[in-house]
Antibody
Framework: QVQLQESGPGLVKPSQPLSLTCTVS??????????WSWIRRPAGKGLEWIGR???????DYNPSLKSRVTTSVDTSKNQFSLKLSSVTAADAAVYYC????????????WGQGTLVTVS | DIQMTQSPSSLSASVGDRVTITCRAS??????LNWYQQKPGKAPNLLIY???KLQSGVPSRFSGSGSGTDFTLTITSLQPEDFATYYC?????????FGQGTKLEI
């Protein structure tokens, strides 16, 4: 059974970059018709889609974050990563990685989430 | 960008009740509408995809309907474990967007 696990610093200083990695276990990141996404939930707010990456390297980002977001995938490590530059307090959130299904564009498997504080 | 609006924002119900949550898209999203359940401290869990298709392992008391811009999630015979926050999400076009959530409370 495929599982996702986020990792990275839980505390980031303002203006510094935020870097997170999602490790995929129980299956190959390259198999099946899936893409790999980042989604966040600021405290007291709803879910915000950050972006997605295919194992081909193709990406889509939320325009509201596009100038600061970079994602990458390392198929040899079964991992994908998020980098968000120049963070502010508004970027504090629980960050989730998730698997997206190509056809339905639904997120069927999620990581447990990792809390990122900006201070 | 497509905006997703859920109603109500919160809902009080009792075990055994039938509840309906609605989700409206700012433009037609065809059948690219998904529903998630989130409990405190947990990741969202996919309940329904493509408007009405039940994700594997999800109880049949959950159902979805709708098309175009208006969609509903119905839970029949509420169980204690159903009290949570529910989100709709459109997968029609990027940026994929979520509704603001509906908190289902006892």
């Amino acid at each position: 059974q495929v599982q996702l696990q986020e990792s990275g610093p839980g505390l980031v200083k303002p203006s510094q970059p935020l870097s997170l990695t999602c490790t995929v276990s129980g299956g190959s990141i390259s198999s099946g018709s899936f893409y790999w996404s980042w989604i966040r939930r600021p405290a007291g707010k709803g879910l915000e889609w950050i972006g997605r990456i295919y194992t081909s390297g193709s990406t889509d980002y939320n325009p509201s974050l596009k100038s600061r977001v970079t994602t990458s995938v390392d198929t040899s490590k079964n991992q994908f990563s998020l980098k968000l530059s120049s963070v502010t307090a508004a970027d504090a959130a629980v960050y989730y990685c998730a698997r997206g299904k190509w056809v339905e564009d639904a997120f069927d498997i999620w990581g447990q989430g990792t809390l990122v504080t900006v201070s | 960008d497509i905006q997703m609006t859920q109603s109500p924002s919160s809902l009080s119900a009792s075990v055994g009740d039938r509840v309906t949550i609605t989700c409206r898209a700012s433009q037609s999203i065809s059948s690219y509408l998904n529903w998630y359940q989130q409990k405190p401290g947990k990741a969202p869990n996919l309940l329904i995809y493509s408007v009405s298709k039940l994700q594997s392992g999800v109880p049949s008391r959950f159902s979805g309907s709708g098309s175009g811009t208006d969609f509903t999630l119905t839970i029949t015979s509420l169980q204690p474990e159903d009290f949570a926050t529910y989100y709709c999400q459109q997968g029609h076009s990027t940026p994929h967007s979520f509704g603001q959530g509906t908190k289902l409370e006892i």
